[in-house]
């Protein structure tokens, strides 16, 4: 599914406009994103958190030259699915 087809879809169960369901959709990823920058975590009840981890610095190697690097630590956002909604995505098949 695009983004199209998600605004599209929004629009349709919320009988909201496609313009107003995109700017909603917008607004809602920016607020997460936003969360996620400040290092707080964002939990929506019965579909699931996203959370920011941190990776350490680590050691690694050019898979063409085998050549060892050095990874710089990172963050990275992280997706765990509630279990009302892994249940509901089990239930299709």
């Known amino acids: 599914m695009t983004k ?3 605004v599209d879809a929004i629009a349709k169960s919320s009988k909201l406009t496609k313009a107003d369901s995109e700017k909603a959709l917008n607004a809602a990823v ?7 920058k400040q290092g707080d975590s964002v939990r929506l009840v019965g579909f699931g958190t996203f959370e920011v981890v ?10 063409q030259t085998g050549k060892e690097i050095q990874i710089k630590a990172s963050k990275s956002p992280k997706f765990k699915p509630g279990k009302t909604f892994k249940e509901a995505v089990n239930a299709g098949k």
């Open 4 to 6: 199209a087809e998600l």
């Open 54 to 63: 941190k990776r350490a610095a680590r050691k690694g190697r050019n898979p």
């Open 30 to 36: 920016e607020s997460v994103v936003a969360a996620l």
